[in-house]
């Protein structure tokens, strides 16, 4: 089936180090996204990407840092400069390019801690 | 600035009653609508969405929707919940290619 896979599901980081979740579609989207979420805060975007090798900026990028080298994958690396990383991360596709539809399809999530 | 409001942090009704949970819009043109439904621990799923023609929309697990323009509104509602649909509700605009989410509903339901 296809889908969005987003591992690790759990991750507990020291303070001071660099992390990267990883995100993997095979949905053939051509637009991914990465949000994050904290209690009574809803969703908001980190890094999107409309097509392979480019990426935006969304309303929370300090700190993180994305790539997107292949359609099928968009990794978020979490840096030790985002100052309160701890968080649930949810990663997201959608098929078009041209127009946002909105219709979003999300992995599972990852939830980080940081000790 | 654009916004979606969803009044209600949490709701909690008792199984079989009939649910309605709000969202308002603050924007001059009609957006897309969506609302999605997140379990625990999950990621989100798509109940509904509204692009525009008939203003009552019908979604998954029984829900549906009714956009009123007058009113900047897109709530969402069920005759009657069952204990699985105890979740987190996220209403959802696109405007301008930018997806604006509210901060959610989480709804408890009463044995």
């Known amino acids: 089936d296809g889908g969005i896979t987003q591992s690790p599901k759990y991750l507990f980081r020291k303070e001071g180090q660099n992390v990267t979740l990883s995100c993997e579609q095979n949905l053939n989207h051509d637009a991914m996204y990465w949000y994050r979420q904290d209690p009574g805060q809803g969703l908001r975007l980190i890094y999107y990407?409309?097509?392979?090798?480019?990426?935006q900026k969304g309303d929370i990028a300090e700190g993180y840092s994305v790539s997107r080298e292949k359609k099928e994958s968009f990794p978020l690396t979490v840096t030790s400069a985002q100052k309160n990383p701890t968080a649930f991360y949810l990663c997201a596709s959608s098929k078009t390019t041209s127009g946002n539809t909105g219709e979003l399809f999300f992995g599972e999530g990852s939830r980080l801690t940081v000790l | 600035a654009q916004s979606v409001t969803q009044p209600d942090i949490h709701i909690t009704v008792s199984e079989g009653a009939s649910l309605e949970l709000r969202c308002n819009y603050s924007y001059g043109a009609t957006p897309y609508l969506f609302w999605y439904v997140q379990s625990p621990g999950q990621g989100l799923q798509l109940l509904l969405k509204?692009?525009?023609?008939?203003?009552l929309v019908q979604g998954i697990k029984g829900f549906e929707a009714e956009f009123k323009r007058s009113q900047s509104s897109f709530n969402l509602r069920k005759p009657s919940v069952h204990w699985s649909d105890a979740a987190e509700y996220f209403c959802?605009?696109?405007?301008?290619?930018?997806?604006?989410f509210g901060k959610g509903t989480r709804l408890h339901i009463l044995p």
């Open positions: 509204y692009f525009s023609g008939d203003t």
């Open positions: 990407s409309q097509i392979v090798n480019d990426f």
């Open positions: 959802a605009v696109v405007l301008d290619d930018k997806i604006i």
